[in-house]
């Protein structure tokens, strides 16, 4: 029976496609910046949520 998965790094390199290749540069360098932005947003509307609750308590 014969391995249908690709032995050398070259081989799996060739393999990838352009598709797969633009995600993998999106996933270095978009995404932990998005993240920082998300995390950022969330401590905002958390800290205001907190603020407008305590404001009428």
Request: no cysteine; hydrophobic share 40%; proline share 4%.
């Amino acid at each position: 029976m014969t391995s249908l998965a690709p032995t050398s790094t070259s081989e799996k390199s060739a393999k990838r496609s352009t598709s797969d290749r633009y995600w993998d540069a999106y996933q270095r360098r978009t995404l932990p910046k998005e993240f920082l932005a998300l995390s950022v947003i969330g401590a905002t509307l958390s800290l205001g949520f907190i603020a407008a609750v305590s404001a009428f308590l």
